[in-house]
């Protein structure tokens, strides 16, 4: 199983181009794909840079056939002419995908800071080896407490995912909203976590949880390569903000899946966006 996540900054790249499929061909050529994590998704956003107010899943999802799109909207207002804008996180997979959940993470006011809504998609994928929660996300740049409030909420997210997994279901009413479907605790936590792998934020969200509660996340990177630090993930060709470049970009893990992992890269040569595509290569079998 491959997956890619990558912040595409509402697919607009170093040459200030807008254009989702380019994003697309880029992924392409990086990996053949199973599922791939995008963040900055936007649908008539014409104030943004380079956009002339595209849907951008609509011209995403027409360059994958094949792949399903889940869309979780962070951002949804009124475009001033009766139609809405939309920014947040998409999914595609071409596994089945047994079912969706989009968590609007909690936003506390920090006056003074500029800062928006923010959204984790949760989808449950039927892998090779059986159902994995994989999640996309992008906390808050700007704000420090915010972030660290989002972490936790998905620290709390993953508990409660894992305590639906351990708990016995009523097996009834097949085809309604109550039928009892996977929801595992193996997961994958992908997304732009606006943290860098010394601050506080990365120790806090793969801090281990209470004994028998729910399995750590560990970040794949150091599975794959230990010892090594991490390659940059934004400000690798443009100097506007992420000077040196660094890497906040992750895929973390349950410790389930550890020993699956086989690779994790990082494509530091595209310019289609101002963050770079991270690959992580999952082994079917341990």
């Known amino acids: 199983m491959k997956l890619i996540t990558w912040n595409i900054q509402w697919c607009r790249g170093i040459d200030l181009a807008v254009d989702p499929a380019r994003i697309v061909r880029t992924a392409q050529k990086l990996a053949d794909f ?18 002339r107010g595209e849907d951008q899943v609509a ?57 928006m809504q923010r959204i984790a998609v949760e989808t449950v994928v039927q892998a090779p080896w059986g159902p994995v929660r994989v999640m996309t996300t992008h906390l808050e740049y700007y704000s420090a407490m915010q972030r660290m409030v989002q972490i936790d909420a998905l620290r709390m997210l993953h508990q409660h995912a894992c305590g639906h997994a351990s708990a016995p279901h009523i097996q009834n009413d097949a085809g309604q909203p109550f039928q009892a479907r996977p929801r595992p605790a193996s997961a994958i936590l992908t997304g732009d976590f606006n943290f860098k792998p010394d601050d506080p934020a990365y120790r806090r969200i793969t801090a281990p949880f209470d004994i028998g509660a729910a399995p750590a996340l560990i970040d794949a990177w150091t599975l794959a390569h230990p010892g090594i630090s991490h390659a940059p993930s934004a400000g690798v060709h443009e100097d506007s903000w992420a000077k040196p470049p660094f890497c906040c970009d992750f895929i973390f893990v349950t410790t389930d899946l550890a020993r699956r992992v086989r690779d994790v890269t990082i494509d530091a040569q595209t310019q289609a966006s101002d963050h770079q595509p991270v690959l992580i290569d999952i082994a079917d079998a341990r």
């Not at 199973?34 to 956009?51: I, K, M, R, T, Y």
């Open 34 to 51: 199973d599922v791939l994590c995008l963040q900055e998704v936007a649908v008539n956003f014409p104030g943004l840079p380079g956009s």
């Open 59 to 115: 011209e995403l999802s027409r360059a994958l056939p094949g792949f399903s799109a889940h869309y979780g909207i962070a951002t949804d207002v009124d475009d001033g002419k009766g139609g809405r804008s939309r920014f947040g996180n998409l999914i595609f997979s071409r596994l089945p995908v047994v079912q969706v959940y989009r968590h609007l993470l909690p936003w506390p006011a920090d006056p003074g800071v500029q800062s």
